[in-house]
């Protein structure tokens, strides 16, 4: 029943970057690992803000009150599992998404170097890479995960923004 009427709020609110936690910390309680994981990888790349230089908490209450406890459920989910790349990903996107790089790109590189590596991963370190200003690598990481997924919108914002930083106004329109 409560699965149910989790499908229902998730249909519902689609949009709603909080009910997208809710459904998310939900599963997780209901003891949906795996869907709980998913619902937070995508709550995780919605509203991506490359462009803020700003406090980012004001933007996003939601996902700042949310980041917190993904790390705690996936070091929780490490313990058991410590070379699960789903649950490394997780953690390396709160963990982008609070602005520890360091910590986001040493995650992420462990998950890259497994196989079959999901195009978020690719977006994590890309976001990193233009953290750094490294826009060379920035760019390889958004256009693998495009090639992966071509409808990575996080991935499109990602290399429009570092082509604009590197000054390359036309490619970033594109």
């Known amino acids: 029943?409560?699965?149910?009427?989790?499908?229902?709020?998730?249909?519902?609110?689609?949009?709603?970057?909080?009910?997208?936690?809710?459904?998310?910390?939900?599963?997780?309680?209901?003891?949906?690992?795996?869907?709980?994981?998913?619902a937070?990888?995508?709550?995780?790349?919605?509203?991506?803000?490359?462009?803020?230089d700003g406090d980012v908490r004001i933007l996003d209450p939601e996902l700042q009150r949310a980041l917190p406890e993904v790390v705690q459920i996936a070091e929780t989910?490490?313990?058991?599992?410590?070379?699960?790349?789903?649950?490394?990903?997780?953690?390396?996107?709160?963990q982008w998404r609070q602005?520890?790089?360091?910590?986001?790109?040493?995650?992420?590189?462990?998950?890259?170097q497994s196989d079959g590596a999901p195009p978020f991963a690719y977006v994590v370190r890309g976001a990193i890479q233009l953290h750094r200003r490294q826009y060379d690598e920035a760019a390889s990481d958004f256009e693998s995960a495009l090639a992966a997924d071509p409808r990575q919108l996080i991935a499109m914002v990602g290399l429009a923004q570092t082509h604009e930083a590197r000054g390359d106004y036309p490619a970033a329109r594109e």
């Open 1 to 38: 029943m409560m699965l149910r009427d989790l499908e229902k709020v998730r249909q519902l609110q689609r949009g709603h970057l909080a009910a997208q936690w809710y459904v998310a910390f939900a599963l997780h309680t209901a003891g949906q690992e795996q869907a709980a994981v998913e």
């Open 40 to 52: 937070m990888f995508e709550a995780l790349q919605r509203n991506a803000r490359f462009d803020v």
């Open 77 to 94: 989910l490490l313990a058991d599992d410590p070379d699960n790349a789903d649950f490394l990903l997780l953690r390396a996107g709160a």
């Open 99 to 112: 602005e520890a790089w360091a910590e986001a790109a040493a995650d992420v590189e462990q998950v890259l």
